[in-house]
Structures are given as C-alpha cells and as structure tokens.
C-alpha cells in the first residue's frame, strides 16, 4: 500500500543508480553473448593470421629452446595468452593508464614471438603417439583462443561505444563529475 503512494524516486538517488547499473550490466552481458557468437565465425580468420604470422622469420636459438621441452612451451604459450587477456580485462576495469596499455603491449608481443617459436601443435603426435594427451591440447588451444578472440571483441566494440558516447556527449554534461 505505501509503495502505492509514494512518489517516484529522484534521478540521483541510490535506487535509481541501482536500475542504471543493472541496466548497464545487463547490456554488457548481452554484448559479451554477442561477441561470443560472432567469434564462431571470425575464428577461421584467426587461425589463418596465426598461420600467417607461422610464416615470419623465427630466432633458431629460441625456437631450438623450446623445442627442447614442447609440453612446457605449449603450457606457457597459454599462459601468455592467458595473461594478456587478464591484462586486457584490468586495463579496461582499473583503468590503469599507459601503464597498462604498456603491459597489454609488452605482454602481447610476448605471446606472439612465443607463438612464432614454439613447437607446433600437431608434432604432439609424433612425440607422445596417438593418446587423447594430444587431442586435448589441441581442444584446449582451440577453447582458449576462441575465449580470447571473444573477449578481444568485446573490448573493441565497448571501445567503440565509449567512444561514441564521448562523440555525442556535450561537454556540460560531463562536467558534473
């Protein structure tokens, strides 16, 4: 009966940021699912940039390294891969500045020179035999780059709507920060 009765809430009251916010988390959600479904279909042009960026020039003293332990270059190259996404994910929630972007950078050119010189993937077979160890490196290569690929997207479509926000925006109405 009260809530009948009682006026509507002011824009800047903590319920009303409550709405906004779940609002605003809801649209998020919705774009990550989004994203999700488009990375089914720009994964094969991922696997064909990542079979581009095989054809590069490789360091012999590096690539001669790893290959000495292929288990160990392929856990790390998905711990690189991993630690870039999480940089990436900081960078847009701290936002930690140049400092972060320097990270993201540093930590994706990292990933990358570790990609170009690991052992490939499909050797699993002649080195371990025909086991489901090598099938399930082979999923578990696939999973990660089809979440990172997603979560790439992502920022850049929150990016580009931050930035269309920031081109419709009238300075006044940032100003009350």
């Not at 649209?27 to 696997?47: E, I, N, R, S």
């Not at 581009?52 to 891969?81: C, H, I, N, Y």
Request: glycine share 6%; charged share 10%; with cysteine.
């Amino acid at each position: 009966m009260t809530t009948a009765v009682r006026p509507p809430d002011s824009p800047h009251s903590p319920a009303a940021k409550h709405r906004v916010s779940r609002r605003w988390r809801y649209g998020l959600m919705a774009l990550l699912v989004a994203c999700l479904a488009v990375t089914g279909a720009v994964l094969p042009l991922v696997w064909d940039l990542l079979g581009a960026f095989d054809q590069l020039p490789k360091m012999p003293w590096l690539q001669e390294l790893l290959a000495r332990t292929p288990g160990v270059s392929w856990s790390l190259m998905l711990v690189w891969g991993t630690a870039v996404s999480i940089a990436l994910v900081a960078l847009l929630s701290l936002r930690s500045g140049w400092r972060g972007v320097t990270l993201v950078v540093l930590l994706t050119l990292l990933a990358v020179v570790w990609y170009l010189h690991m052992p490939n993937v499909q050797q699993c077979l002649t080195l371990y035999g025909t086991g489901n160890i090598c099938n399930t490196w082979q999923w578990v290569f696939t999973i990660s780059l089809a979440l990172a690929t997603a979560l790439y997207m992502f920022v850049i479509f929150l990016l580009s709507l931050s930035a269309l926000g920031l081109l419709f925006t009238r300075p006044e109405e940032t100003a009350d920060d």
